[in-house]
């Protein structure tokens, strides 16, 4: 299983603490602003819990952007280090996606979400599978090439055929509403297009 690689700006979101992580392969980089120099104890033990795989990175400057600058560069690092892993980036900064975008293009698993709640691989019992479901399923259909479907009711038909048909219908189409949330799979009425990672190639 891929790791999760977790880039929180601590700037702009502050999780109570980390304990929805407990049990998950995650590696979380906490990036603090030049003047942010308490944390509460509740999280600071969080991330002590961690051990190796918790890691704050102190900002020297409180310039405009300078921690979005600093989280860049290090996911730029981690995704070349880890290209088999999962990169999320915590934050309500919207500025981000552009580069995850970018990230995605050049089939970089990466995406943005406000909450440390939101994590997809989080919420459900099963949902630590979330994550390799929908990374079998961009896999699926970039293989297609052209032969990929162009209506929403084939597609759903071919990612249950892809499960063998083993999932309930509310999976499915969960599935396919992540793939559209991730910008992959554009929907317009009834008709698909596809974007990188899975248009790629």
């Known amino acids: 299983m891929s790791k999760n690689y977790i880039l929180v700006d601590y700037e702009n979101v502050q ?16 990036f ?26 102190h900002i020297d400057g409180n310039g405009r952007n300078a921690l979005d600058f600093h989280v860049a560069f290090y996911l730029g690092e ?19 996606d552009p580069l995850v975008r970018h990230l995605r293009g050049r089939r970089v ?12 691989f ?4 099963d949902s630590s599978s979330r994550e390799e479901m929908i990374d079998e399923v961009v896999r699926n259909l970039h293989s297609r090439g052209t032969a990929r479907p162009r209506k929403r ?17 509310r999976e499915v189409k969960a599935l396919l509403e992540e793939l ?7 929907i317009e009425g009834e008709v698909v297009s596809y974007r990188p990672p899975i248009s790629r190639g």
């Open 122 to 125: 989080l919420g459900t019992p």
């Open 32 to 57: 603090l602003g030049e003047n942010q120099a308490k944390l509460s104890s509740r999280f600071a033990s969080s991330m002590q819990a961690l051990g190796n795989d918790g890691t704050y990175v």
């Open 180 to 186: 559209v949330q991730r910008g992959y799979v554009v």
């Open 78 to 96: 981690l995704a070349k280090e880890n290209p088999d892993g999962f990169f999320h980036i915590i934050s309500k900064d919207k500025g981000f």
């Open 153 to 169: 009711k084939t597609l759903l038909s071919t990612i249950h055929a892809h499960f063998q048909r083993k999932l309930e219908e």
């Open 15 to 30: 999780p109570t603490d980390l304990a929805a992580l407990d049990g998950h392969d995650v590696r979380v980089l906490v």
């Open 109 to 120: 698993r990466a995406h943005r979400v406000d909450a440390l709640s939101k994590l997809p």
